[in-house]
């Protein structure tokens, strides 16, 4: 009769078997997230954002970026490719020379989060 514990693996691999089969109905999900949060990110920016860092000089934050990197750098933050996360997160939530900080009863977590996640989709 063989002792018990070689049946240990073979519980651990039926039960690792069984939370892979759970997570697979979940994967497009898991897959479409970025994607959502990428539409939630540009949905934020537009409502907040936007009004000052649109393309053109008729808004105020990207005619000052621009003043500010003099043709180093371009002044319409969508166009960045050096912008992390963390740092649009730490900018909005303490703003930085004209730029208001943002509360999270006006910018929650999570939109902050998917704003951040769109503002640094093209960084390198």
């Known amino acids: ?16 078997f069984a939370a892979v089969c759970a997570l697979l109905p979940m994967a497009p999900a898991l897959a479409q997230e970025p994607a959502v949060q ?18 053109g000089v008729t808004h105020p934050g990207t005619h000052a970026l621009t003043v500010k990197y003099q043709g180093v750098k371009s002044g319409v933050l969508l166009e960045w490719t050096d912008l992390p996360a963390a740092m649009v997160k730490v900018l909005v939530r303490h703003g930085i020379s004209v730029m208001p900080q943002f509360r999270k ?8 989060d998917a704003l951040a996640a769109f503002l640094s989709r093209n960084t390198r």
């Open 105 to 112: 009863t006006e910018i929650s977590d999570a939109d902050l």
């Open 1 to 16: 009769m063989r002792p018990r514990a070689c049946h240990a693996p073979q519980r651990l691999r039926t039960a690792a």
């Open 38 to 55: 990428q539409a939630q990110g540009r949905a934020v920016y537009r409502k907040w954002c936007a009004p000052c860092h649109d393309p």
